[in-house]
């Protein structure tokens, strides 16, 4: 069985930057080819994404676009086949722990265990054109290394959640002994009190 697909199937989520709520009721639809990611892929990044701007405050990450290379891509792969226990290091809310490997350039980087194990770096901009280039980088660095993963469009917000709204994404599905995991990289804006930034999640999924 499939368990990316059986999960979904029986845990109604829900998204706001990422921010999952396992007691409100949403669904993760398809459209053609085109995800409606939900919360079904990200179980966490909300509390990632306010904690990161606690420790910024007003600060915002200059533009800089480091290479994550397929090295690291593979070491958190690996690593997820064993949920991810050992990179996890203290617990800073609950199911929302540190990680002691970080992606190249990322602001900060977590593991979520919740009905899933999902590990996801952000990145932070003050521009859409950043963090869109931003995007672009790191959907052709997963390209490349993610041979046989199959891509699919996750589809954009139509309104924002709590000042958070996923403008784009793709997703990268593995098949063999990786079937239960899922890259994907997120193009999201966040509005708040200080005005509006946008953030990168370049995150991995494994499916329980």
């Given at each position: 069985?499939?368990?990316?697909?059986?999960?979904?199937?029986?845990?109604?989520?829900?998204?706001?930057?990422?921010?999952?709520?396992?007691?409100?009721?949403?669904?993760?639809?398809?459209?053609?080819?085109?995800?409606?990611?939900?919360?079904?892929a990200t179980v966490?990044?909300?509390?990632?994404?306010?904690?990161?701007?606690?420790?910024?405050?007003?600060?915002?990450?200059?533009v800089a676009f480091?290479?994550?290379?397929?090295?690291?891509?593979?070491?958190?792969?690996?690593?997820?086949?064993?949920?991810?226990?050992?990179?996890?290091g203290d617990e800073?809310?609950?199911?929302?722990?540190?990680?002691?490997?970080?992606?190249?350039?990322?602001?900060?980087?977590?593991?979520?265990?919740?009905?899933?194990?999902?590990?996801?770096?952000?990145?932070?901009?003050?521009?859409?054109?950043?963090?869109?280039?931003?995007?672009?980088?790191?959907?052709?660095?997963?390209?490349?290394?993610?041979?046989?993963?199959?891509?699919?469009?996750?589809?954009?917000?139509?309104?924002?959640?709590?000042?958070?709204?996923?403008?784009?994404?793709?997703?990268?599905?593995?098949?063999?002994?990786?079937?239960?995991?899922?890259?994907?990289?997120?193009?999201?804006?966040?509005?708040?009190?200080?005005?509006?930034?946008?953030?990168?999640?370049?995150?991995?999924?494994?499916?329980?």
């Amino acid at each position: 069985m499939n368990r990316r697909n059986d999960r979904c199937g029986k845990w109604k989520r829900v998204r706001a930057l990422g921010k999952v709520s396992f007691a409100t009721p949403c669904t993760l639809s398809v459209r053609g080819s085109v995800w409606s990611w939900g919360s079904c892929a990200t179980v966490f990044q909300m509390k990632l994404a306010l904690s990161l701007c606690a420790t910024l405050g007003l600060l915002l990450t200059p533009v800089a676009f480091a290479q994550i290379s397929c090295s690291e891509f593979a070491r958190i792969t690996s690593e997820g086949l064993g949920d991810f226990s050992a990179i996890a290091g203290d617990e800073v809310q609950d199911d929302l722990f540190e990680s002691s490997v970080w992606l190249s350039g990322a602001d900060d980087c977590g593991i979520g265990v919740e009905w899933d194990s999902i590990y996801t770096c952000l990145y932070r901009f003050d521009s859409y054109a950043s963090a869109s280039a931003s995007l672009s980088t790191h959907l052709a660095e997963l390209s490349s290394c993610l041979a046989g993963w199959a891509p699919s469009s996750i589809a954009a917000d139509d309104v924002a959640n709590d000042g958070f709204r996923t403008l784009s994404g793709t997703r990268y599905s593995g098949a063999g002994d990786y079937e239960d995991m899922d890259w994907a990289v997120i193009l999201q804006e966040h509005t708040g009190e200080h005005g509006t930034d946008y953030h990168v999640l370049v995150e991995l999924v494994y499916w329980l």
